[in-house]
């Protein structure tokens, strides 16, 4: 059997952990006061090269973490979010200060929100400390209005969505009825029509004339073809404001039958 060669192995669990040396300048950094200082320099430049640690995600700063005391503990949070960003150190959503911060807020609850609170006031990453867009906040305060104004527009967003569902349904089913509305006038108007134009065929060609003649609700689309086929004689039989209302609503006819009966009355 060939021997396992481990080295690979090796080598990627000596890149995910965490040299003490960095923890300990890391804790010495968050130690010290706000502003420059020679001291604050040299662990800033000591650390330059340790960029890698802020992206290893949670397990091996939890590891970290849980070893250190609450004061070392806050002074590495610190010492991690000036490093972060002074160094602007690529770790953003995974920074080494979310994960330390986190244990840090889970054992010592009472005082983890004057900590964030430092970390807001002076650190650039958007993520940081909470693992979530802060969207400019700089203070816990501003960071739970901003959450806040978040869930309110998402709630007026989803019901909004709601709403607009429930119209879409609405608007449906009043189209449905309407549609069936039309079905039925269309159906009862073709009824109308129906019976009305088989009493006009029970009548002589000249009464017929002049019910189209006085019919003031109905347009002539609404009579049969077979209505304006009559002879002269029966034109000559219409008293004269009967024959000029006929020819006053055939007169925009371009073509067809009811044109041909006009043609007939202007006939000399």
């Known amino acids: 059997m060939r021997p396992v060669n481990n080295s ?11 040299p003490s040396a960095a923890v300990k300048e890391l804790i010495a950094l968050g130690n010290l006061a706000d502003g420059s200082s020679a001291r604050r320099d040299e662990l800033l430049t000591w650390l330059l090269p340790f960029e890698r640690i802020n992206r290893l995600g949670w397990k091996p700063w939890e590891a970290v973490a ?11 949070v610190r010492g991690l979010t000036v490093a972060d960003s002074e160094h602007q150190w690529c770790g953003g959503s995974v920074a080494g200060v979310i994960w330390t911060y ?13 900590l964030a609170d430092w970390v807001l006031a002076r650190s650039d990453n958007p993520h940081v400390p909470f693992g979530r867009m802060r969207s400019g906040s700089r203070s816990v305060v501003e960071y739970r209005a901003y959450l806040s104004e978040n869930a309110r527009r998402r709630e007026e ?8 569902r429930q119209h879409k349904r609405i608007r449906a089913a009043v ?8 079905r039925v006038l269309q159906a009862a108007n073709s009824r109308v029509r129906a019976e009305i134009i088989a009493a006009l065929q029970e009548l002589p060609a000249k009464e017929r004339l002049e019910h ?4 003031d609700f109905h347009s002539l689309e ?5 209505f304006a086929k009559v002879d002269s004689q029966t034109l000559k039989q219409l008293d004269s404001g009967t024959q000029k209302r006929l020819m006053d609503k055939m007169a925009a006819r371009r073509k067809g039958v ?11």
């Open 8 to 18: 690979h192995t090796v080598a990627v669990a000596a890149m995910n952990e965490i």
């Open 66 to 76: 849980d070893a250190l005391s609450e004061v070392d503990l806050k002074n590495l």
């Open 102 to 114: 986190r244990r840090y807020e889970s054992r010592f609850p009472e005082r983890a929100e004057e």
């Open 157 to 164: 967003s989803t019901h909004k969505q709601e709403d607009a």
């Open 175 to 182: 189209r449905k009825r309407l549609d069936q509305e039309r």
């Open 212 to 215: 189209v003649a006085w019919d």
């Open 222 to 226: 609404f009579f049969p073809a077979s």
């Open 258 to 268: 009811w044109k041909k009966l006009y043609e007939q009355f202007t006939m000399p």
